[in-house]
């Protein structure tokens, strides 16, 4: 048995950058694609961020470059697949309905560089324990970081996006010039950068291109302000990882928005952000019961049971200056069709507060 991304790379033409971890793959697929695009490549999206990659397979020839957004349910049955440059963003649980142990789950991510020989090339977040764990030994390695310095890849030179390569630095950009919010970004930013450097884009169109990223939507988009408000949707935020990169992107009075399908995770590590970032916590859909016990005595609860509910009490609760946030940490099926429509239905009540505060 393959899975579609095995049979589509029997059709493929041009390179092959795959991405795959736990977190922050659509959005740094999104980027790389963008950057190719703005120096002129002729590149392919394609994968788990929407479009099958069979699907563009007679688009290719001989110099597309394919960014393709690789998932564990892909990689778990693939056979020759093989990218010329791999990216392993993260490894942190998810998805344990499905593969049962950590092990399982980390093991059919890790094929992404499974069949990759001395030509290729593998990229991984230094920073991060559990993915430093699963660099392979054949491929050549880079690295991307923002805690330390880097002789292969991207990193921080105080202020700074540099890569690396041998040694010989180079600058690519200011932090300050990186439009999405958070230290997650940055690290997708890094990440993204290393795998467009690797395709040989220069560092001024790399820059030229972040700068104009505007990001993908349902992850940390900003829905709306209201009255000193900021409404963000982070539907995406679909596992506890992502709920706590979403927490620690802002500084403090957050009204977050919880709940929806458990998918078997600890909401108990979410006790300690909250305590500290959080002023309320609004509990949604089926993991509320769960979610409540978990995190009882770290922040204010409130039941609200639906989104609509969350967001009308949200929207009397703040003021100037706090942070709604949909940042479920669940899935959406208990009570929307995935999480874009969970994504858009919070938008629209948000949009529906805007018309009746007068606001534009
Ligand atoms: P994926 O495709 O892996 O699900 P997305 O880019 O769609 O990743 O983002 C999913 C969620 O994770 C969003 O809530 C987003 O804010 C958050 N996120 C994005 N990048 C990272 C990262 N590097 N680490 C942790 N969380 C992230």
Redesign the pocket.
Known sequence: MWSEIELAYRFLEGELIGIT?????????TLVHHILSTAGYHTVLAG??GTPLISCVDQMNAETVSVV?LSSFQLEWIEKFRPDIGVF??L?PDHLDRHKTMEAYAAAKARIFEKQTELDAAVLNADDAPTVALAPKKPQTFWFSRKRRILQGACLRGEDVIVAHDGKEEFVMRCAEIPLP?A??L??VLAAVTAARLAEVDSATIRKAVKSFSG?E???ELAAEIRGVRYYN??????V??????LDAFPGRILVILGGKDKGSDFTVLRKPLREKAILALLIGAAADKIEQQIEGSVAIERAGTVERAVEIASHAARAGDVVLL?PACASFDQFENFEHRGRVFKALVGGLERGSGAT
């Open positions: 971890g736990s977190n922050g793959k659509t959005t740094t697929t788990n961020v957004e963003l993260n942190t958070g997650h970004n690290e997708n993908v349902h992850r940390l982070d539907s995406k935020a679909t596992n990882d992502a709920t706590l990169k979403a940042a």
